[in-house]
């Protein structure tokens, strides 16, 4: 049974997971291509099981998937649900993923995301990363005039410090921020080697809460480690990005990995499996508005509702609580 919670800025409900579309960029992110018809299939299944946020963005696949919630969405009341996709991280001439937030670049992205989406309008549009080059003014600038064009409905942000946040809120209001999060990373300095300019708990959590902001952790089971179901030999393939990502290889991941392994212990004991209590614990989390949930089929869906159905005991929390103590500062 799905839940909903509520953020001061947004006047919508918002489902308590939501949609991360990454997974559904058709490339080869994960170790395997996804396939568009099981993609469509999955933001279907998550539409009708009363799930009402999608976030998407145009970084992921280059466009692809933007096409494709733009035609699974076909056939469903376009009030009913709410659209967050991204703008800001583009391609340079050499392959490489760059920020980009010049006025010009943004209002370019709007038009192209919206063609891709096949709508009018996006519910809750974010900058991607901060752009070091731009002047955030000059970004808030762009975001106020679509904004005013009816081309979005809220601005949002995803990844930016609290400084940042303070030059254009005098702009724009924020109304959303999207952030790394989950158990073994509650104040993380990088997301695999990019270095972070915020740390979550200690300073986006609380901005989000005095400004009456929704919060999107993203990255919720750790790409995958607090699924539960990784051994402490796990090795990525070549095509698979997470093994870019320092923390799940080598020693690092060794460290994450007895973590895991004791957290899953805990909950397997309390009988949840460990994916339902990481996406639990943060969901408990009164500032936390919408867990950013992957899912590759259906099934995996549905498994993310479930953690929905019950909540962390005090005594469960203490026994949790005990683990994550090293990783306050992580």
């Given at each position: 049974?799905?839940?909903?919670?509520?953020?001061?800025?947004?006047?919508?409900?918002?489902?308590?997971?939501?949609?991360?579309?990454?997974?559904?960029?058709?490339?080869?992110?994960?170790?395997?291509?996804?396939?568009?018809?099981?993609?469509?299939?999955?933001?279907?299944?998550?539409?009708?099981?009363?799930?009402?946020?999608?976030?998407?963005?145009?970084?992921?696949?280059?466009?692809?998937?933007?096409?494709?919630?733009?035609?699974?969405?076909?056939?469903?009341?376009?009030?009913?649900?709410?659209?967050?996709?991204?703008?800001?991280?583009?391609?340079?001439?050499?392959?490489?993923?760059?920020?980009?937030?010049?006025?010009?670049?943004?209002?370019?992205?709007?038009?192209?995301?919206?063609?891709?989406?096949?709508?009018?309008?996006?519910?809750?549009?974010?900058?991607?990363?901060?752009?070091?080059?731009?002047?955030?003014?000059?970004?808030?600038?762009?975001?106020?005039?679509?904004?005013d064009a009816g081309k979005i409905r809220y601005?949002?942000?995803?990844?930016?410090?609290?400084?940042?946040?303070?030059?254009?809120?005098?702009?724009?209001?924020i109304a959303s921020q999207q952030a790394l999060?989950?158990?073994?990373?509650?104040?993380?300095?990088?997301?695999?080697?990019?270095?972070?300019?915020?740390?979550?708990?200690?300073?986006?959590?609380?901005?989000?809460?005095?400004?009456?902001?929704?919060?999107?952790?993203?990255?919720?089971l750790m790409q995958g480690l607090l699924g539960?179901?990784?051994?402490?030999?796990?090795?990525?393939?070549?095509?698979?990005?997470?093994?870019?990502?320092?923390?799940?290889?080598?020693?690092?991941?060794?460290?994450?990995?007895?973590?895991?392994?004791?957290?899953?212990?805990?909950?397997?004991?309390?009988?949840?499996?460990?994916?339902?209590?990481?996406?639990?614990?943060?969901?408990?989390?009164?500032?936390?508005?919408?867990?950013?949930?992957?899912?590759?089929?259906?099934?995996?869906?549905?498994?993310?509702?479930?953690?929905?159905?019950?909540?962390?005991?005090?005594?469960?929390?203490?026994?949790?609580?005990?683990?994550?103590?090293?990783?306050?500062?992580?």
């Amino acid at each position: 049974m799905i839940k909903y919670k509520h953020a001061a800025r947004i006047k919508e409900p918002i489902s308590a997971v939501g949609l991360g579309c990454w997974a559904f960029a058709g490339e080869n992110f994960w170790g395997e291509r996804s396939r568009d018809d099981v993609s469509v299939g999955v933001i279907r299944t998550a539409l009708d099981a009363g799930i009402n946020l999608l976030d998407v963005a145009p970084a992921y696949g280059r466009g692809h998937s933007e096409t494709l919630v733009g035609k699974a969405i076909k056939g469903y009341d376009r009030d009913k649900f709410l659209i967050a996709s991204k703008c800001g991280l583009l391609l340079n001439e050499t392959g490489n993923e760059v920020p980009n937030l010049r006025k010009e670049s943004i209002l370019r992205e709007i038009d192209d995301s919206l063609r891709r989406l096949d709508t009018d309008y996006i519910d809750i549009y974010q900058l991607h990363w901060p752009d070091p080059v731009t002047p955030v003014e000059e970004t808030a600038e762009a975001i106020r005039e679509i904004m005013d064009a009816g081309k979005i409905r809220y601005f949002g942000v995803t990844n930016f410090g609290v400084d940042d946040a303070e030059k254009i809120e005098q702009i724009v209001p924020i109304a959303s921020q999207q952030a790394l999060y989950n158990m073994l990373e509650r104040n993380p300095r990088t997301y695999h080697s990019i270095n972070l300019v915020y740390r979550t708990e200690r300073e986006t959590l609380p901005y989000c809460e005095r400004h009456g902001q929704a919060f999107f952790p993203y990255s919720p089971l750790m790409q995958g480690l607090l699924g539960g179901h990784w051994k402490a030999d796990r090795s990525f393939a070549d095509n698979d990005v997470r093994r870019l990502n320092p923390k799940l290889n080598g020693a690092r991941y060794q460290f994450y990995y007895e973590a895991m392994a004791r957290l899953r212990e805990i909950s397997e004991r309390y009988g949840h499996p460990l994916n339902e209590t990481a996406v639990n614990w943060l969901i408990q989390k009164p500032v936390v508005t919408s867990v950013i949930g992957s899912s590759l089929s259906p099934e995996q869906v549905k498994t993310n509702i479930a953690a929905l159905e019950w909540e962390i005991g005090p005594e469960m929390a203490a026994e949790i609580g005990k683990v994550l103590e090293p990783f306050e500062n992580m």
